[in-house]
């Protein structure tokens, strides 16, 4: 009885202790920076890449006063260096102030996958169309560095920080794929520290998780430019085929313009041809016009020529005739006398 006692003494003890840590956790304080935002677009840019920074849960934009409030467990250093780097912006903390020393910074939320592993997936993938999206959906997902596909043997290997059945489940709802996991290697744990050097390196949590940030960052940049990369090659595939396309419009035109050209010439070339009939019956009707007159020239000449002869020759036998009564009545006249 006093041992059984003495264990509900020491639970009860307990309790309280954990109780008080529980309630000791602090909630994690808003983050306000002091952001150039001229327009809408600047603010879109800024809460674009904010969102994508491990521990972000809201952005609000005060575009009037130019502040950006932060609402998660983040290193409002880190945020400032992280909108320097990918807007240019020159970025300062207002809330809350920088630590004093010898107070403890915040502790901040760690990945839930500690390194980068590979996930080996069986999806149904049959043709090179559905390989090329599902790889394009893939590398879309948060935490997704590289992506393999192997279409003879539908395995796709997917490298990244990220969950394995959390993948599993992102394929299916934005494909409508099953995919089955074959081989997940696992990131070497990391050795749990001792209580002492826990409370060492409580300082230096920030500095880690900084680190892990920027791993994070790296990871992202790293999609980042797979997606620019898949991206060029989309525009650089679309662009070859818009090229073929213009070629196979001018090579139409050129054809049409060919035909039309060819067409022309041959009406030309059927012009001149019939003017060159034209020109050569005008000629040769011409000709047989002179022939004809020529022949009615010298029909009318022979004609002439022949009533001439035959009028001369009647005169003279006129005048023969008369001659002879002249003749004939001369001698009567004198046999008279």
Do not use: F
């Amino acid at each position: 009885m006093d041992v059984e006692t003495n264990q509900e003494e020491v639970k009860a003890e307990e309790k309280p202790v954990e109780e008080t840590k529980e309630e000791s956790k602090p909630a994690a304080t808003p983050v306000v920076l002091l952001v150039d935002l001229h327009c809408v677009g600047c603010s879109k840019k800024v809460e674009r890449v904010l969102m994508k920074v491990r521990g972000v849960e809201a952005i609000s934009m005060d575009m009037g006063l130019n502040q950006v409030t932060i609402k998660g467990v983040v290193n409002p250093q880190a945020l400032c260096n992280v909108i320097e780097k990918k807007t240019k912006k020159r970025a300062s903390i207002l809330s809350p102030s920088p630590p004093a020393e010898g107070e403890p910074t915040p502790q901040l939320v760690n990945s839930l996958v500690s390194g980068v592993n590979t996930i080996e997936l069986n999806v149904n993938i049959n043709c090179e169309g559905c390989a090329r999206e599902l790889k394009k959906k893939i590398l879309k997902m948060r935490g997704v560095i590289t992506v393999e596909t192997d279409l003879g043997s539908r395995m796709v290997s997917v490298m990244g920080i990220m969950d394995a059945q959390q993948l599993v489940d992102y394929i299916y709802k934005t494909t409508k794929k099953h995919a089955s996991i074959i081989h997940k290697s696992e990131p070497e744990p990391e050795p749990e520290p001792k209580k002492e050097e826990e409370e060492k390196n409580e300082e230096g949590s920030n500095e880690s998780e900084s680190k892990g940030d920027g791993q994070y960052q790296e990871v992202e940049e790293v999609r980042e430019d797979q997606m620019a990369d898949e991206a060029e090659e989309g525009y650089r595939t679309m662009y070859n085929e818009v090229e073929e396309e213009k070629e196979d419009q001018m090579a139409n035109k050129v054809e049409e313009d060919y035909q039309r050209n060819y067409n022309e010439l041959e009406e030309e070339k059927e012009d001149q041809m019939a003017n060159k009939v034209e020109e050569d019956y005008q000629r040769n009707y011409n000709e047989l016009e002179e022939v004809k007159e020529d022949q009615m020239a010298n029909k009318v000449e022979e004609d002439y020529q022949r009533n001439y002869n035959e009028l001369e020759e009647e005169k003279e036998d006129q005048m023969a005739k008369k001659v002879e009564e002249d003749y004939q009545r001369g001698s009567v006249m004198s046999w008279r006398k």
